[in-house]
């Protein structure tokens, strides 16, 4: 995962213009954003690559704000990408909310970092919804 972050990292920094007319989206764009960030979600969350997802999503941050001090702004590639990353990151903390309480998965994912699988919640949750419904 590493090679695929830093590729998404390198695009992004090729993604800034003076001009701000060019960091509108078109609605296209903002209609894929969800599918995207959905996307990286379980990617992160599936793969457990939080820590490189986060640290990535700060570099992303800190390059904006440096590109801002010299008057450059996001075009919308490089909005759409942030944008992703952002609603990822929403739906991470979601996802860990609504799981905070879960203790077969606290047991199965311990440590101060806390993001279960969705495989792992599909097959200890849901698969035996599955079950039950077949049995009737």
Not at 26 to 51: K, M, N
Not at 114 to 133: G, S
Request: charged share 10%; aromatic share 20%.
């Amino acid at each position: 995962y590493i090679p695929f972050f830093l590729i998404l990292f390198i695009y992004f920094t090729g993604c800034f213009t003076p001009a701000a007319e060019q960091s509108r989206m078109p609605l296209a764009a903002l209609l894929l954003v969800g599918p995207s960030s959905l996307y990286y979600w379980y990617l992160v969350t599936e793969g457990q690559i939080f820590i490189l997802y986060i640290f990535t999503f700060f570099a992303m941050m800190a390059l904006v704000m440096h590109q801002r001090r010299k008057g450059l702004v996001l075009d919308s590639n490089g909005l759409f990408l942030f944008l992703s990353f952002i609603i990822t990151l929403l739906l991470i903390a979601a996802w860990v909310g609504w799981l905070w309480n879960d203790k077969i998965l606290r047991k199965k994912y311990p440590g101060v970092i806390y993001i279960p699988e969705p495989w792992a919640f599909y097959t200890l949750h849901m698969n035996n919804l599955h079950a039950a419904k077949g049995s009737f």
